[in-house]
């Protein structure tokens, strides 16, 4: 197992412990405070960063952060070398017009779809997912922690369990499963509950059942479904 991330993932874990929430959303979401700051920092004039981020651009969600960030300096020196790039790309050659379309089709295309944090944070994300199913096999503490998990957002726990069943054999697979299934049963079923409690409080025959839970039964089931637990604080 790589020995690095054990330390946040241990933190996230205790933290969602106290907090509710999904420990990989939160995970996620420092490391990409961390990457944002980097890229308007120091990164952004590395020549092997800024060969990456001509190639592969930002998603929406990336460049709303890094505007709102308010360093526009170092994303306008970004944006001025992706420009060049794409224009490059975008040369229409005299001799051979169809060579030169191929050639600004597959550089372009492809743009709308990548993005230089998110493929950073996924390849980071995978390297969490796997050290924490093989930190359920090696260590008892994190296995306590791990059955005391509010819930995980659904993809994360799609992804752990992805994770958990190329990592772990035997009974430390079963003891596995069985902890996060449990954990996940009960969420999505509560879920559900809030959802279908939401919906029958616009029929005037349920006017006075109480709410209980159920008054951001849409806004949570949303952010269950799209991993985004700490991404709409
Ligand atoms: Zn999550
Ligand atoms: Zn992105």
């Not at 944002?36 to 460049?63: Q, W």
């Not at 306008?76 to 169809?98: G, Q, R, T």
């Not at 109480?210 to 604080?233: F, H, M, Y």
Request: some cysteine.
């Amino acid at each position: 197992m790589e020995q690095i991330y054990t330390i946040p993932i241990n933190e996230a874990f205790e933290k969602s412990m106290e907090d509710g929430g999904c420990p990989f959303c939160e995970i996620k979401r420092v490391f990409e405070e961390n990457e944002l700051s980097l890229i308007l920092g120091a990164s952004m004039m590395e020549p092997d960063v800024r060969i990456k981020t001509n190639e592969l651009g930002f998603c929406e969600r990336h460049y709303g952060m890094m505007l709102g960030a308010g360093k526009k300096l170092p994303l306008a020196l970004m944006l001025e070398s992706h420009l060049n790039e794409i224009s490059e790309n975008m040369s229409v050659s005299k001799i051979l017009p169809s060579k030169s379309a191929k050639r600004t089709d597959s550089a372009l295309g492809a743009l709308g779809k990548s993005c230089y944090i998110c493929e950073r944070l996924d390849r980071n994300m995978d390297i969490v997912m796997n050290n924490s199913s093989s930190l359920f096999g090696a260590d008892a503490d994190f296995r306590r922690k791990c059955s005391k998990q509010p819930h995980f957002c659904i993809p994360h726990y799609a992804g752990f369990l992805r994770a958990g069943r190329e990592n772990l054999k035997g009974s430390d697979f079963s003891d596995f499963y069985r902890c996060i299934s449990d954990i996940e049963n009960k969420y999505v079923a509560r879920l559900k509950e809030n959802v279908s409690r939401f919906v029958k409080k616009f029929d005037y025959r349920y006017e006075d059942m109480p709410w209980e839970d159920a008054k951001d039964a849409v806004e949570k089931a949303i952010a269950a479904l799209c991993g985004s637990d700490s991404l709409n604080s």
